[in-house]
């Protein structure tokens, strides 16, 4: 007995079995995650090292050569791309499709490991990462303000930064662009060197007074005190007044022969928001979480923010939820015209309302259990798969219309 003769001679049967595919469907769609794209994890790893002060020729001898001579005995490996700049190097390593990232990831954490000394002492120890497009944020923050920039700064830092990583979903809170304080000693050249001073004994000086440090412990009977020396700087005044130098029984202090101020560190990159100063938030999300319902939540907590703080003004600046939700409503669009225009056509043609109500009901019933295949499966409600939904109408009319003709005959 085939289907078609099975399913005519029992309907009730059928009909159970098709309820029950689209109770599935319709609970699994309303637990779908929504994404632009579905979880791809490019077989590549990125290698970046730092030596600050060195020149993009010495980058490129001392540390971009060696690590790429070092990287190449790696299993899988298919191409070596780097590029050396001023202080930084980066190494992009891509393997042979199929390779597990995670793995070749360790293995090439332990061959620089094993070869680390053949790079030189003060660099900055090289940094993996793999290439993975749910690292990148889902929402991008713009906050302006009036006040002092390092007072903006630590506001975002103390009071916003932490209300939007408790937001559920969000993983991390990256802060950029911003006003981080710096004490800054401005040496006079002709003080110093009137005062006969070498700079390194300036240096040391001031690291030899900013210290704090365990002096031993004080144990009494059953009692025991850890001691320490707490003499790091406070005020501009403790920087000030350091004794760099005793000469002919007068110290020199450090404020004789240097300006000391409380500014921010140099920026090397300027953020504005709505023409004014500012910086920028990135938030990412969980590699489980929803980009939309993630999204929506840090919407919801700009408007309690900008209600709580008058004095900043948060916006959204870069939202992918937004631009997914229409992404995938214009997919949906598009799934709905082609079904729509496929009834019309196949109306036209067959001329029998039964029949095309008969093909007409396959389809969403057909696209609705799909959702079951997907949710169970671990796939997202992405362009891709609402893509091959698109697709599955079309190839859905013909097999209907087979079918049709089978029970027909």
Do not use: C, H
């Not at 992009?92 to 332990?110: C, H, K």
């Not at 990583?165 to 969000?170: H, L, M, S």
């Not at 240096?203 to 704090?212: H, K």
Request: hydrophobic content about 45%; charged content about 25%; overall charge negative.
């Amino acid at each position: 007995m085939n289907l078609p003769n099975f399913s005519v001679k029992r309907p009730i049967f059928t009909t159970m079995v098709t309820l029950i595919l689209v109770i599935l469907g319709a609970v699994s769609l309303s637990r779908l995650q929504i994404d632009m794209l579905p979880n791809i994890e490019l077989p590549t790893l990125s290698i970046r090292t730092d030596y600050e002060g060195a020149s993009p020729e010495v980058m490129e001898r001392l540390v971009t050569q060696i690590i790429e001579e070092i990287v190449a005995t790696v299993p899988g490996v298919e191409e070596i791309t780097s590029s050396s700049s001023e202080g930084r190097s980066t190494v992009r390593v891509s393997f042979v499709w199929g390779t597990e990232i995670d793995t070749a990831a360790i293995d090439v954490q332990g061959k620089l490991e094993d070869e680390i000394n053949e790079l030189p002492e003060d660099i900055v120890r090289p940094r993996i990462r793999k290439f993975d497009i749910a690292s990148f944020p889902v929402v991008i923050l713009g906050i302006s303000s009036n006040l002092d920039p390092v007072e903006m700064t630590e506001l975002i830092e103390d009071q916003i930064r932490y209300r939007f990583a408790r937001i559920p979903g969000v993983a991390q809170v990256d802060l950029w662009g911003g006003y981080n304080r710096e004490v800054r000693i401005e040496l006079d050249p002709e003080r110093i060197k009137a005062a006969g001073l070498p700079l390194d004994q300036v240096i040391d000086a001031i690291e030899d007074a900013n210290l704090d440090m365990p002096t031993g412990k004080i144990e009494q009977g059953r009692y025991e005190v850890t001691l320490r020396a707490p003499a790091e700087f406070t005020r501009l005044d403790q920087i000030r007044d350091t004794v760099i130098r005793q000469r002919e029984g007068a110290a020199v202090r450090l404020g004789q022969v240097a300006d000391v101020r409380d500014t921010y560190e140099k920026k090397t990159r300027i953020v504005r928001v709505n023409g004014k100063r500012g910086l920028y938030v990135g938030i990412r999300k969980q590699a489980n979480a929803n980009t939309v319902e993630v999204s929506r939540r840090v919407l919801q907590e700009i408007e309690a923010i900008n209600q709580t703080f008058p004095q900043i003004t948060v916006v959204s600046v870069i939202n992918q939820g937004n631009l997914i939700e229409r992404s995938i409503a214009n997919v949906a669009r598009s799934v709905l015209y082609g079904g729509g225009l496929a009834v019309v056509v196949l109306l036209f043609f067959l001329r029998s309302i039964r029949s095309t109500l008969v093909i007409s009901l396959s389809i969403p019933i057909s696209i609705i259990a799909t959702f079951a295949l997907i949710y169970f499966g671990g796939f997202t409600l992405n362009l891709m798969t609402l893509g091959g939904l698109a697709l599955g109408v079309g190839m859905m009319v013909d097999s209907s219309i087979v079918v049709l003709e089978n029970i027909f005959r």
